[in-house]
């Protein structure tokens, strides 16, 4: 009866019905298959399936609006509901598979490793053409579902593939803004590519970051409004402003008089009533140099705040030129650009200070540097936005380098090296400090002898720079001849002395901290290169080669060494912050981590110690 009674309501209402979030894709399906005359109505509605393919992945919906190479009205939503979960089960397939090849490698896996996904994204591998979109919307599934609820290895894995996607995906897009005319290469543009590479497990889009500067312009224009009504920049058609705010303009779209009343109002948005200030007690944080940060915690370092004034400043017809001086970042803004002018005055805005508006008489020393930044005025020319993302990435390798601990410093030194790279693919010195790197931390350098290559063969590369690639070449190769083979996964056996097992949850007596153990050992099985690459929270506790050793990775993110008397069992266990356990555990239960398959073969007798010590602890605590 109610199949009868379905088939009496009209098509439009069915269709409507199941359009409901509530019903997924398999709902849909389903009903279709119950009678031919539903199955007609419902596969052959491409609405239906447009609706739930956006409905299933949201995100996507921008891809597709802002894709140019896409019409999304010749698009049959059945076929590409069906492309992208292909696309998706191809993902985890080779997603599960991540730990079993590469658990006994370092932390830090170089690009080679990740080569069999290019044929999962590549359209010339004959990948789907939004191949991309679709893994890099997976992969933000795995990576932002509750981590206490998932599957700690894969999600440890997804986000090192993400950054391999991103990135493989950013150099295109890199290369795309750099043959892009010189008017149409914005600071922004240039700064969500930073943000975009540095953050790849973000969802970063321009259209987003556009937005909020659209959103501080029209904010200053409130305030011209009040204090201003008659100025002429409310006489100006939306199509004029769309042109400021996609390129580069020449010069202030203004009289003097009526330029310097808009600098003043944007002063007064973004520094008084928005509060964006130099963040002066943690300059060197990696985050003050990415773009969406900054605009969301109004604090920055000179360069990213510029980028901010000056797109802001573009949006409302007024030109700024950034200026990079070795010691400081600032905006020059003159009253008129028009070569051979006379009597206009020129302004050097100091956006880490508030918008200072400097000449060369009222320059104050700034920070500590002993003198004035532009006390040789007018001396150096604007800087273009790839000189301007080029000084964004030696600010990021520098602020890599001052990170409290060796996992994360070196990851975001080698993420700040590999930008570097894509900027100046043939500067010997960035490729130099790549191969340090590398080295320091055993990793395949094939990638890198594939580049060397390129520029000792290339017909266009400079002779000095082909001699460099050949000194490099010859010490790699001599390197390649010496590497140990990977060994397996071998089985630990339980020695004398170790009391806990990997997983459980500690607690340090002295410092208090918080840890999981990943490991055991006796100090004097411990190799060089292991006791450099970890940090050791207190060496003078090691004092003889028989002592038991656990390596424990700590609520900080950091990973250690530590003596038995060192740790306790955690009175309260709890989650560990920590990126880096999810390669060695897949689940988090409440009382300790479950080891996954690699780790739970590597510490075969662990299980049983692991359950008798939680046995007997929650027995006492009761």
Not at 118 to 133: R, T
Not at 219 to 234: A, C, D, G, W
Not at 469 to 489: D, M, S, W
Not at 568 to 578: D, E, K, T, V, Y
Request: glycine content about 4%; proline content about 4%; charged content about 25%.
């Amino acid at each position: 009866m109610a199949k009868v009674t379905i088939n009496l309501l009209p098509a439009d209402i069915i269709i409507c019905i199941l359009e409901d979030r509530l019903l997924g894709f398999l709902d849909v399906v389903n009903f279709s298959s119950t009678c031919k005359s539903l199955y007609r109505n419902v596969n052959n509605n491409n609405q239906i399936w447009r609706t739930k393919f956006f409905q299933r992945w949201p995100l996507l919906k921008e891809v597709y609006q802002t894709n140019n190479e896409v019409d999304s009205s010749t698009i049959n939503w059945r076929d590409e509901a069906k492309a992208s979960l292909n696309s998706r089960m191809k993902l985890l397939y080779h997603l599960s598979l991540m730990s079993s090849k590469h658990y006994k490698k370092h932390l830090l896996l170089p690009n080679s490793v990740f080569k069999e996904f290019d044929h999962l994204f590549l359209v010339e591998e004959g990948a789907h053409p939004l191949a991309y979109h679709f893994l890099v919307d997976e992969l933000f599934s795995l990576i932002k579902a509750p981590a206490i609820s998932s599957n700690l290895t894969h999600r440890y894995y997804a986000l090192k593939v993400i950054r391999y996607l991103k990135h493989c995906q950013l150099r295109n897009e890199w290369k795309k803004f750099t043959s892009l005319p010189p008017k149409e290469q914005t600071l922004e543009r240039g700064a969500v590519i930073v943000a975009q590479w540095s953050q790849p497990e973000k969802h970063i889009s321009y259209s987003y970051i556009s937005s909020v500067l659209d959103n501080i312009a029209d904010q200053t224009k409130e305030v011209l409004r009040e204090q201003y009504p008659n100025h002429s920049i409310f006489s100006t058609s939306a199509d004029q402003f769309n042109v400021w705010k996609n390129n580069i303009i020449d010069d202030n779209q203004w009289n003097v008089t009526e330029s310097r009343q808009i600098t003043d109002a944007l002063c007064q948005v973004l520094f008084q009533k928005l509060g964006f200030s130099g963040n002066s007690e943690m300059f060197y944080l990696s985050e003050n140099s990415f773009i969406d940060c900054v605009l969301e915690q109004r604090r920055g370092i000179p360069v990213t705040l510029a980028i901010v004034f000056e797109s802001v400043a573009r949006r409302l017809g007024i030109h700024c030129e950034p200026v990079n001086f070795p010691s400081h970042f600032l905006l020059r803004w003159k009253e008129s650009y028009v070569s051979g002018s006379e009597g206009g005055e020129n302004f050097y805005i100091d956006v880490f200070n508030g918008g200072q508006f400097l000449t060369q008489k009222s320059c104050p020393r700034i920070g500590v540097v002993s003198k004035c930044p532009i006390e040789k005025y007018n001396i150096h020319t604007a800087a273009t936005a790839v000189e301007v993302v080029s000084r964004m990435a030696n600010n990021l390798e520098f602020a890599s380098r001052q990170h409290t601990h060796d996992l994360h410093r070196t990851a975001r030194l080698l993420s700040a090296l590999q930008f570097q790279h894509m900027i100046f693919p043939n500067d010997a010195s960035i490729i130099s400090k790549l191969v340090r790197t590398y080295i320091l931390w055993n990793m395949d350098v094939t990638e890198l002898v594939e580049i060397l290559e390129n520029i000792r063969d290339s017909k266009t590369s400079e002779v000095i720079a082909k001699r460099q690639a050949n000194v490099i070449l010859r010490l790699l190769q001599e390197r390649q001849t010496h590497l140990p083979r990977e060994r397996e996964v071998e089985p630990k056996k339980r020695v004398p002395g170790i009391t806990y097992a990997v997983g459980l949850i500690m607690r340090h007596k002295v410092y208090g901290y918080h840890c999981v153990i990943r490991g055991w050992n006796a100090r004097d099985s411990m190799s060089p290169s292991s006791m450099n690459q970890l940090e050791i929270s207190d060496l003078r506790c090691i004092t003889s080669r028989d002592q038991k050793v656990y390596t424990v990775y700590v609520d900080d993110g950091s990973c250690r060494f530590e003596v038995e008397e060192n740790l306790s069992l955690a009175p309260q266990p709890g989650w560990i912050n920590n990126d880096a356990i999810g390669r060695y555990f897949c689940k988090f239960n409440g009382t300790h981590y479950i080891p996954n398959e690699e780790t739970a073969r590597e510490y075969p007798e662990d299980e049983k110690v692991r359950n008798e010590l939680l046995a007997t602890y929650m027995q006492s605590d009761m």
